[in-house]
């Protein structure tokens, strides 16, 4: 069975400090996607950056990157120079196939 | 840029009741899904549906819930006779094979 396990369920961060958010998974399968969702206040899932596993090279988007370790089955985040508008829940996502499983997520408060 | 758009945003509705979500997905997706968040808790998996038909469902998804897409364009949940346990925030997502685009998401409260 696919878990996403999302151990922080609450930080916080000072604007314009690098808060890395964790996230663990666990499948037997090789061929997977890996995803950042981000969840305002607003409720809607916006899409943050996503990792194929077959590639080696971690994804980046802007301050945005990961730290995908395959053998570990780790996906952090990393948000370089946190903004206010960065605060919202934070949602690991794996897919297999044709479904997502979802971390229970983080909490990110970011303090001015 | 293209979006998932669902409606209504928020519907209130009582006990035993029938209701039914609306979704209008990426118009190139191909699959399409219905997730669920109770307030404080995980995004948990409902349906997916591709070609027209259910791929997968969870165990969540009983003879209470069903799915549509009736005319190529909307993509409809039912919930046949709600209970308060239904009361939640359902997404509504939609992929071309790869990531998942949400919409904003309907706020359900069963009372």
């Known amino acids: 069975a696919q878990t996403v396990t999302q151990s922080q369920p609450e930080m916080s961060v000072q604007e314009a400090e690098t808060v890395t958010l964790s996230c663990t998974y666990d499948?037997?399968?090789?061929?997977?996607?890996l995803f950042w969702y981000k969840q305002p206040p607003s409720r809607q899932m916006i899409l943050v950056i996503r990792?194929?596993?077959?590639?080696?090279q971690n994804a980046t988007e802007n301050r945005f990157s990961v730290n995908f370790q395959k053998a570990a089955k780790s996906f952090s985040l990393k948000i370089s120079d946190s903004q206010l508008g960065d605060t919202a829940m934070y949602f690991c996502a794996f897919r297999n196939f044709n479904k997502f499983y979802f971390g229970s997520g983080t909490k990110l408060n970011v303090k001015p | 840029e293209p979006e998932v758009t669902q409606t209504p945003s928020h519907q209130v509705t009582q006990m035993g009741q029938e209701v039914i979500l609306r979704c209008v997905p990426i118009s190139n997706h191909l699959y399409f899904y219905w997730y669920r968040q109770i307030l404080g808790q995980k995004v948990e998996f409902l349906v997916s549906?591709?070609?027209?038909?259910?791929?997968?469902k969870s165990e969540i998804f009983d003879d209470q819930f069903s799915v549509e897409r009736p005319d190529g364009s909307n993509f409809t949940l039912k919930i046949r006779s709600t209970k308060l346990e239904d009361s939640a925030m359902y997404f509504c997502?939609?992929?071309?094979?790869?990531?998942?685009?949400f919409g904003q998401g309907t706020r359900l409260t069963v009372v």
């Open positions: 499948t037997s399968e090789n061929n997977y996607y």
């Open positions: 549906f591709y070609n027209n038909e259910i791929s997968e």
């Open positions: 997502a939609s992929s071309e094979g790869v990531e998942a685009f």
């Open positions: 990792q194929e596993a077959y590639k080696q």
